[in-house]
């Protein structure tokens, strides 16, 4: 996750009150909202609903709401929270709430979310790209393609749906080569031949030296991105080989 920061606290209140905006931008902001506990869109969601609690429905919550859609929160998911809240909060706070939503969430096709992609790609940095229909017979299910370095070493940030992973394959090479991936978003595994597969997740870090059979792909229940490095190597190619067997995809949690 990216790390948030916040100076509005000392725009507005650095010289007439500087303790406060003191705790507002280094403690509130730059410590509590960076806690790694829970993750950022999980965070703005509860930030949103704690303010209708309150009955707060100025501009602090139509920061709150913008800053919930662009950590991922849909059209939908936004709606169901405050409809439950409802119940919990008030009815009218629902209403007032609802209504500064609806000018935050303003596009029609955010209502469909392509089965979570959009609030996937608010979660990285790279972009998500296109579909991978250069490699498809290679996937079991939609993968994204966005190459971000064709230069000295090639960098490239893929993108798998919900249950999709590539075949095992093998990287070839004479000398050096082998890939890196870093994962940048979502939930998903890496296993070589032989051995359990391991979970990926934003951060983790994962080397394949040349000659080394294995695959890598989303879980069955998230999007997964990564970094795929080109570790640079004489006469490297890569050999494809049988998709992962379902019956043991399907047993990974």
């Not at 296109?130 to 993968?143: E, L, R, T, V």
């Not at 032989?194 to 059979?213: M, S």
């Amino acid at each position: 996750m990216e790390k948030i920061t916040q100076t509005a606290g000392r725009a507005a209140l650095g010289e007439f009150a500087p303790d406060f905006a003191h705790f507002n931008d280094d403690v509130l902001f730059g410590e509590n909202w960076n806690n790694r506990d829970i993750d950022l869109k999980t965070r703005c969601l509860i930030t949103v609903i704690a303010l209708m609690a309150s009955g707060i429905t100025d501009s602090s919550l139509t920061y709150h709401l913008q800053n919930a859609k662009a950590h991922g929160v849909t059209r939908k998911e936004i709606a169901a929270a405050i409809t439950h809240a409802a119940f919990y909060a008030g009815w009218p706070k629902a209403w007032a709430v609802f209504n500064l939503a609806k000018t935050v969430w303003t596009e029609p096709e955010e209502s469909e979310d392509e089965g979570g992609k959009a609030a996937h790609a608010a979660q990285t940095i790279f972009p998500i790209g296109a579909p991978n229909d250069g490699f498809k017979q290679y996937f079991s299910g939609q993968s994204y393609l966005a190459p971000l370095s064709q230069a000295q070493v090639g960098i490239y940030h893929v993108t798998f749906e919900p249950a999709c992973r590539n075949n095992w394959h093998i990287h070839r090479a004479d000398e050096g080569g082998g890939q890196i991936l870093i994962c940048t978003a979502g939930r998903g595994y890496y296993q070589e031949w032989g051995k359990a597969a391991v979970e990926l997740r934003p951060g983790d870090v994962i080397n394949i030296p040349a000659g080394v059979k294995h695959w890598h792909g989303a879980a069955k229940d998230s999007w997964m991105s990564h970094l795929a490095v080109e570790v640079p190597g004489k006469n490297s190619s890569n050999e494809w080989l049988e998709p992962v067997a379902e019956a043991d995809y399907k047993k990974l949690p």
